[in-house]
């Protein structure tokens, strides 16, 4: 029981302080789960994070269900997941119920714009502990620019960056394989 | 029953919107125009006060129209339903990956999968910077390289960043709160 109780409690704070949607998520996922509880690696998060991408659904929802899943079954799944939305559930309903035109009032403008600063700061150094994960040679340098940059320049759809960038994972490895037979 | 109804609606937005919170939007556009429950006008109100507050956009967008649609309830409802996909297809994954996670080629995946996860993320808070940090549409009236940079913001950027760097233990949730404090005492959004 106290292990779900924590994954319930540690999720509701990590969907408590996600600004601005899934990705914004990644460096308090970072600090909670990975650095504070250990209940996963950076490697499996990016893991996660890419099969979200691919899969229905709310990135965060997914995410939690993964971990939850992986520390108590199904069970351990259902918890995280409910607890990620918890915070949303409650703030969403008092907001609906209570204040009108919340997105319209200077100081909620004043706060989230100066919010967001700190988000891509965060987000930035995340990034870069992601990177020493993942950038680990020529290859997988090229993967990252191309990425970058065409999700930047383009609107083509995250889901195919990541089917491409899959299959590419193992036809590189395969050749690599072959050249050294 | 319009429970019933808000469950199967949103358990469909979350089974076929693939990518995120945002990728819900077409089909909430889609409910709107099918059921009258709330206008296009709203959903875009919806958007914004997703936006500025915390949580994943898409489960606060179910819960708002759950609400004023069905009160409560109908936020529960909606929001479940929004989710319930989501869990059985990670759940029935995450079993798969348990069993195959040391197969040769699932490696290979990844390894193909972890540089392009890094990259998306870099690109969404590329897309972050470029709205808090510079301040496109004012350049593009004035055309002086001045306007280009949201001076305060990048100020607040450097000082988050070296406090980071100083206190590596500090939780992140520390700065958020920091950033909201600066935000509403230097008026970043200039209202």
Redesign the interface.
Known sequence: MKELWDLFVTFARI??????????????LQ?EVVERRKWATE?EL??Y??????????????TA??IG??LRG?VG??VA?LG??F???I???L???FIQN??DM??????????????????????VK??K???TDKR??M??????LL??FTSV???I??LL??????L???WEGRRKE | MIYWQLFYEFFKTGLFAVGGGLATLPFLYGISDKTGWFTHGQLADMVAISESTPGPIGVNMATYVGFTTGGIPGAVIATLGLITPSILVILIIAGFLKAFRDNRYVQYVFYGLRPASTGLIAAAGFSIAVISLFQMDLFRQTGSWLDLFSWKGILLAAVIYFLIKKFPKVHPAAFIGLSAVAGVAFRFAGV
């Open positions: 969907g408590g302080l996600t600004f601005g949607g899934g990705y914004a998520m990644l460096p308090i600090r490697e990016m893991d994070y890419a099969i979200g991408q691919c899969t229905p659904g709310v990135i965060a929802v997914n269900t993964f899943q992986r199904v799944g259902v997941t990620v939305v915070p949303s559930l703030i969403i309903t907001i609906a119920a919340f997105s200077a100081v909620v403008k004043n706060a989230f714009a100066g919010v967001r600063v700190c988000v891509c700061v965060l987000v930035f150094n995340a990034v992601l990177w994960k993942s950038v997988s340098l993967i990252f620019l191309l990425v970058f999700s930047v759809s995250p889901l960056f990541v960038s899959g299959a590419a994972g193992v590189l490895k395969v």
